[in-house]
């Protein structure tokens, strides 16, 4: 229970107002004020207006702040997102408080817009969530009720060939069950893992040539990239080298985005001078790297162009998962009107299997 009141808080209530939570640490920072006062005043401040979970929050803030022995990233671990956190790492790269500041004032205007492209994702895969547990509820329906109804009626070896292979998935859908749930969850479970775990070139390759089965992934790809390109921008701003705001972000990264950017590292080692080639690693969609070349090429170079891409470029991000979304929004569709359709006609060729039947039996007696 504690966990889920824990998840709440956070997700529910805090999520939503950590914009301002940023922007008030900024100034804090700024005016040059304790960071373990700071926490202190906004616990007791939640104590005495009688909101003890958020206190929690500030709580937990405090230990982890011990913890982590001043890290803003330590400090916020657990509490925000993956996206805030490379944020964070970067920001603790900061010589100097006005530094410190500005990333957290960037931090907590990009808020929205990588919100924005989140709530993009979930909404897509929130669909598929919810119509294929409606089709599987709707195939349990037909085999624990219709399917031995009709047997009783005519047994499966007469009905037609659609009919038939529908009996067959009802009979393993209540006979396996204690295998298929299992192994749904289990398999559900590694495919959730895969998304920030999966690495390598056989990820690359799965990205850039599989249709269907790699819309997930690419827009959990397109939503890591938006991450990346903020991150590594706010460390560009506060005028830390290229190298070292990669290597900020690499503490802080998934294992997926970890590879991408030990790859780009690799790549600038070994031809430090074709810097936008470097960038090639399948992380940036085709058109959003070909706009890093092309801003790259501006007057500021590789690095304001990059910056120029994280602030004014994301839009091309967001028409990425919107592309994406519109694909697997197209695809569930698909899903629904096949499966949907195969049990209505595999029900009506199993009516008429049973009619031609007894059609068969009346002429025969007569």
Same mark, same amino acid.
Not at 72 to 81: A, E, I, Q, T, W
Not at 121 to 129: F, H, K, T
Not at 159 to 167: C, T
Not at 281 to 297: E, F
């Given at each position: 229970?504690?966990?889920?009141?824990?998840?709440?808080?956070?997700?529910?209530?805090?999520?939503?107002?950590?914009?301002?939570?940023?922007?008030?640490?900024?100034?804090?920072?700024?005016?040059?004020?304790?960071?373990?006062?700071?926490?202190?005043?906004?616990?007791?401040?939640?104590?005495?207006?009688?909101?003890?979970?958020?206190?929690?929050?500030?709580?937990?803030?405090?230990?982890?702040?011990?913890?982590?022995?001043?890290?803003?990233?330590?400090?916020?671990?657990?509490?925000?997102?993956?996206?805030?956190?490379? *944020?964070?790492?970067?920001?603790? /790269?900061?010589?100097?408080?006005?530094?410190?500041?500005? $990333? @957290?004032?960037? !931090?907590?205007? +990009?808020?929205?817009?990588?919100?924005?492209?989140?709530?993009?994702?979930?909404?897509?895969?929130?669909?598929?969530?919810?119509?294929?547990?409606?089709?599987?509820?709707?195939?349990?329906?037909?085999?624990?009720?219709?399917?031995?109804?009709?047997?009783?009626?005519?047994?499966?070896?007469?009905?037609?060939?659609?009919?038939?292979?529908?009996?067959?998935?009802?009979?393993?859908?209540?006979?396996?069950?204690?295998?298929?749930?299992?192994?749904?969850?289990?398999?559900?479970?590694?495919?959730?893992?895969?998304?920030?775990?999966?690495?390598?070139?056989?990820?690359?390759?799965?990205?850039?040539?599989?249709?269907?089965?790699? *819309?997930?992934?690419?827009?959990? /790809?397109?939503?890591?990239?938006?991450?990346?390109?903020? $991150? @590594?921008?706010? !460390?560009?701003? +506060?005028?830390?080298?290229?190298?070292?705001?990669?290597?900020?972000?690499?503490?802080?990264?998934?294992?997926?985005?970890?590879?991408?950017?030990?790859?780009?590292?690799?790549?600038?080692?070994?031809?430090?001078?074709?810097?936008?080639?470097?960038?090639?690693?399948?992380?940036?969609?085709?058109?959003?790297?070909?706009?890093?070349?092309?801003?790259?090429?501006?007057?500021?170079?590789?690095?304001?162009?990059?910056?120029?891409?994280?602030?004014?470029?994301?839009?091309?991000?967001?028409?990425?998962?919107?592309?994406?979304?519109?694909?697997?929004?197209?695809?569930?569709?698909?899903?629904?009107?096949?499966?949907?359709?195969? *049990?209505?006609?595999?029900?009506?060729?199993?009516?008429?299997?049973?009619?031609?039947?007894?059609?068969?039996?009346?002429?025969?007696?007569?």
């Amino acid at each position: 229970m504690k966990t889920l009141i824990r998840w709440w808080n956070i997700n529910m209530i805090f999520s939503k107002r950590r914009g301002g939570f940023y922007v008030d640490l900024a100034h804090a920072i700024l005016n040059a004020d304790s960071l373990l006062r700071f926490l202190k005043a906004g616990e007791d401040h939640l104590i005495t207006y009688e909101e003890p979970r958020q206190a929690d929050i500030y709580a937990e803030m405090l230990d982890n702040l011990n913890q982590s022995k001043g890290s803003l990233r330590g400090m916020m671990d657990g509490l925000v997102p993956t996206s805030d956190l490379l *944020l964070l790492a970067a920001i603790d /790269r900061g010589r100097t408080d006005q530094e410190k500041h500005d $990333g @957290l004032i960037w !931090l907590a205007s +990009t808020i929205e817009t990588l919100n924005e492209l989140k709530k993009l994702i979930i909404g897509s895969v929130a669909i598929l969530g919810f119509i294929v547990p409606i089709v599987a509820v709707t195939l349990v329906i037909i085999a624990t009720n219709f399917i031995p109804l009709f047997e009783k009626i005519l047994t499966h070896e007469y009905w037609s060939g659609l009919g038939q292979s529908l009996y067959w998935v009802s009979y393993i859908a209540t006979n396996w069950a204690f295998v298929l749930v299992p192994t749904l969850i289990i398999l559900t479970y590694f495919i959730y893992k895969s998304f920030s775990n999966w690495v390598g070139n056989s990820r690359y390759l799965f990205e850039k040539k599989a249709r269907v089965i790699r *819309l997930p992934y690419l827009l959990y /790809r397109d939503y890591m990239s938006a991450n990346f390109l903020v $991150g @590594l921008s706010g !460390l560009l701003t +506060t005028k830390v080298s290229l190298k070292a705001s990669l290597e900020a972000l690499h503490e802080a990264a998934s294992p997926f985005l970890r590879w991408h950017i030990e790859t780009i590292l690799d790549n600038l080692k070994n031809n430090p001078k074709s810097i936008t080639e470097a960038f090639d690693t399948g992380l940036l969609a085709p058109d959003l790297h070909l706009r890093l070349a092309n801003y790259s090429h501006a007057k500021g170079g590789f690095e304001s162009g990059l910056i120029d891409l994280a602030t004014n470029g994301l839009k091309h991000v967001k028409g990425e998962v919107e592309k994406s979304s519109k694909y697997l929004s197209i695809l569930t569709i698909i899903f629904v009107v096949l499966s949907l359709g195969y *049990l209505y006609f595999s029900n009506i060729e199993i009516a008429y299997s049973i009619k031609n039947h007894q059609e068969a039996n009346i002429q025969s007696k007569s």
